[in-house]
């Protein structure tokens, strides 16, 4: 069997971290696993670890880290036969520590990206909650204004992208993240990309991936379902 993969993406808010996902999915034919959509699909599916999450989110609040590992690392020991790339998962030290009780990870792509630039994307981004499907109306517009590509239902902007909210997101991820990115840098499995545009990072991200992995002809984003 070829050797698994598993890498994780970190950057603050807007950093591109969905459209990059998406596009190492597609081009590696990585598995793409997002710790929003798993909380996602928790509340929607009732489960304790859902109920409890729902009710941290609704105010605003990240997941306390001993439900976010309750509710991932049993979906990541199953996946012993994948290689996959998470994104948003872990956002503090103690999911990284969890994270790497459970696995060992061979890669972590961290995004820098400049205020102004993060400021601008989230006040244009749309979202379809259902896929996760991301959208910029400058940047990669959907087909007919508003509505979802695929399934062409209502996209929605998230109260949390608005200016007002963004410093404070911000703030609070340069905190959380930095112990972790010192963490995966000591690893030495740490690779930081800078820049303003997607399109110009992305073929130092495609060149670096080319050398870990074998990339295949598959050219649909394996979005994983929950059990
Ligand atoms: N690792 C985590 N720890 C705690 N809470 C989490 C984690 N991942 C997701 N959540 C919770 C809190 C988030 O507000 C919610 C949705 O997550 P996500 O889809 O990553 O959106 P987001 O808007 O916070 O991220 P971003 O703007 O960076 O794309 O789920
Ligand atoms: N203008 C512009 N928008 C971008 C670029 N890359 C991503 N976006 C958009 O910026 C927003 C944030 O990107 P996203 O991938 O959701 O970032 P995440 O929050 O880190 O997951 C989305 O609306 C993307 O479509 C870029 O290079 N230029």
New binding site residues.
């Given amino acids: 069997m070829a050797k698994l993969f598993r890498a994780v993406i970190m950057?603050?808010?807007?950093?591109g971290?969905?459209t990059i996902s998406e596009r190492i999915a597609q081009r590696f034919g990585l598995a793409r696993l997002?710790?929003?959509?798993?909380?996602?699909e928790n509340i929607a599916a009732n489960t304790d670890a859902g109920v409890l999450?729902k009710t941290?989110?609704e105010r605003?609040?990240?997941?306390?880290?001993h439900?976010?590992t309750r509710l991932?690392l049993p979906r990541l020991e199953e996946m012993t036969r994948h290689s996959w790339l998470m994104?948003?998962?872990?956002?503090?030290l103690a999911?990284a520590k969890a994270l790497n009780s459970t696995c060992d990870l061979d890669l972590v792509i961290s995004l820098n990206i400049p205020y102004e630039t993060l400021k601008e994307r989230?006040s244009d981004?749309w979202i379809h909650p259902a896929s996760?499907r991301?959208y910029n109306m400058g940047f990669n517009p959907p087909h007919v204004q508003g509505r979802d590509d695929i399934s062409g239902e209502p996209l929605i902007q998230?109260d949390?992208?608005k200016p007002e909210a963004l410093v404070a997101?911000l703030r609070h991820?340069k905190d959380v993240a930095k112990p972790i990115i010192d963490l995966y840098k000591s690893k030495g499995i740490l690779h930081t990309f800078s820049g303003t545009e997607t399109d110009r990072i992305w073929p130092y991200i495609n060149s670096l991936l080319s050398t870990k992995i074998p990339s295949t002809s598959q050219t649909d984003t394996q979005r994983i379902p929950m059990p």
């Fill in positions: 950057g603050p808010p807007g950093s971290k969905g997002s710790s929003g959509d798993f909380v996602r999450a941290y989110i605003g609040l990240l997941v306390p880290d439900v976010m991932l994104d948003g998962f872990p956002r503090t999911q989230l981004r996760g991301v998230h949390d992208d997101r991820y």
